[in-house]
T-cell receptor, first 111, second 115 residues
Framework: KNEVEQSPQNLTAQEGEFITINCSYS?????LHWLQQHPGGGIVSLFM???GKKKHGRLIATINIQEKHSSLHITASHPRDSAVYIC?????????????FGKGTKLSVKP | NAGVTQTPKFQVLKTGQSMTLQCAQD?????MYWYRQDPGMGLRLIYY???????DKGEVPNGYNVSRLNKREFSLRLESAAPSQTSVYFC??????????????FGPGTRLTVT
């Protein structure tokens, strides 16, 4: 079973700061997911990546397959980025399509 | 496209009562999932259905049953609710990919309290 660790658990930043959230996993994977959970509770998928880097607006996700590590960066952070960011990886011990989720990083961006 | 819908949004049960959480998706996805989310813990898989007509246990199946009614609908039943089942429940769906994991689409969640 894959194990997923995220850091930090909580993060407070000032508007405009560069944010980094980290995710490490224990078993080699085909792809890693980053998700965002809004303060209202809804969960949306941000990225699915298997190598290198992906960018969507001010969000950048990177992955190092050899190091079993991924980072999510937010440039020029804004209060609307306040949310819980969750990393997830495949659970190869179970059926295909199953994910193991990290506990999340709660980000609060102050104006 | 509504995506993934769940009902109800909120529910309060007394210990021992039963209820069914409903989930439907309109994206023609083969795979559907039920998760629970508790404070300080990541999402945990209760049951999943890789395709219509099949269901399998996830990490925390005890106290729950599921039905994959058709390709669109996947319901979660609590036969005799316990306070330990107080949680937020999410349904999700995805396409199925051989050897990989596809993006999952989540419903809005059901906040369940068992007293």
């Amino acid at each position: 079973k894959n194990e997923v660790e995220q850091s930090p658990q909580n993060l407070t930043a000032q508007e405009g700061e560069f944010i980094t959230i980290n995710c490490s996993y224990s078993v080699g994977i085909s792809a890693l997911h980053w998700l965002q959970q809004h303060p209202g509770g809804g969960i949306v998928s941000l990225f699915m990546l298997s190598s290198g880097k992906k960018k969507h607006g001010r969000l950048i996700a990177t992955i190092n397959i050899q190091e079993k590590h991924s980072s999510l960066h937010i440039t020029a952070s804004h209060p609307r980025d306040s949310a819980v960011y969750i990393c997830a990886v495949p659970n190869y011990g179970g059926s295909q399509g199953n994910l193991i989720f990290g506990k999340g990083t709660k980000l609060s961006v102050k104006p | 496209n509504a995506g993934v819908t769940q009902t109800p949004k909120f529910q309060v049960l007394k210990t021992g009562q039963s209820m069914t959480l409903q989930c439907a998706q309109d994206m023609n996805h083969n795979s559907m999932y039920w998760y629970r989310q508790d404070p300080g813990m990541g999402l945990r898989l209760i049951y999943y259905s890789a395709s219509e007509g099949t269901t399998d246990k996830g990490e925390v199946p005890n106290g729950y049953n599921v039905s994959r009614l058709n390709k669109r609908e996947f319901s979660l039943r609590l036969e005799s609710a316990a306070p330990s089942q107080t949680s937020v429940y999410f349904c999700a769906s995805s396409e199925t990919q051989q050897g990989g994991v596809r993006e999952q689409y989540f419903g809005p969640g059901t906040r369940l309290t068992v007293t």
